[in-house]
């Protein structure tokens, strides 16, 4: 038995179709789930990496492929490489051709619209957007993430990425002398937070590398002391708020955001390859 269920949803759209049926068939399994999502898919070469790569993590494709040339490929490499795949939409166009005696047209992406998923998607981005860097603290309250770290620790682009999966995300910044505002205080057990911390020598390097680029005079001594000093008052906050802290260091967007994901219990890690 898997002790992780892993899905690759494939379309030759945008995939949403495909995402969606996996996410709902998913959560009705009380097991550790990760599902990838590839998009303008088109191309056997495409199909063939997906299908080597699926054989590799022992992951399950559904597709929503409408071409019958491309989807019968996919069956075919499928079965060469003994990997499971679900065509999810040909039993309802096998139930519309027989009621109705039409075919279909075959034609990729008519099912992709802006339904209410798509506007939460939306509402998420520009939510992150106008609370980005501490701004905007008013409304902190309506966040889903609160993200907390040094400058240099990627709390930016974390955010949107988040966002992007539809979570109403707000970013705060911390330095030597900061302290942590009320309006985040109040929400200490209320809101996830997560305190992002970097290992002392990659940020002492990514400072040097931000003092030149300002033109700034450069005193290696201060500037080790102003870096342990932040990371000393990043770690007192985020011991105050309970954060869970994570150390971005070696790790990418995606790792940290399923780290996130998986620790606070959120149903899915969600990866998106576009072709």
Request: hydrophobic share 40%; charged share 25%; aromatic share 6%.
């Amino acid at each position: 038995m898997c002790k992780e269920l892993r899905i690759f949803a494939v379309s030759d759209s945008v995939g949403e179709t495909a995402e969606k049926i996996a996410v709902a068939s998913v959560l009705q399994f009380d097991i550790e789930r990760n599902i990838t999502r590839f998009s303008r898919v088109t191309k056997e070469d495409q199909v063939t990496q997906i299908i080597n790569r699926a054989t590799e993590e022992n992951a399950i494709v559904i597709y929503t492929i409408v071409k019958p040339q491309l989807a019968d490929f996919i069956e075919e490499k499928a079965g060469e490489k003994g990997v499971t795949v679900v065509n999810v939409m040909q039993p309802l166009f096998s139930a519309i051709q027989n009621k109705t005696g039409l075919n279909p047209t075959n034609i990729p992406g008519l099912t992709h619209q802006k339904d209410d998923e798509y506007f939460n998607r939306v509402k998420a981005i520009e939510y992150t957007i106008d609370h980005d860097d501490g701004i905007n603290l008013e409304t902190i309250h309506d966040a889903n993430l609160i993200v907390l770290g040094l400058p240099r620790t990627s709390k930016s682009p974390l955010s949107m990425h988040l966002a992007n999966l539809g979570m109403k995300v707000a970013n705060f910044p911390i330095t030597m002398d900061t302290e942590i505002p009320d309006e985040i205080m109040e929400l200490k057990g209320k809101v996830p937070m997560v305190g992002l911390t970097i290992d002392l020598d990659t940020l002492l390097e990514l400072r040097r590398e931000r003092f030149r680029s300002f033109d700034l005079p450069e005193d290696i001594e201060s500037l080790d002391d102003l870096v342990a000093e932040e990371l000393d008052n990043a770690y007192r906050i985020y011991a105050k708020l309970k954060c869970l802290v994570i150390d971005v260091t070696l790790a990418d967007i995606e790792e940290i955001a399923s780290s996130i994901t998986h620790k606070f219990n959120l149903p899915l890690r969600v990866t998106h390859y576009r072709f």
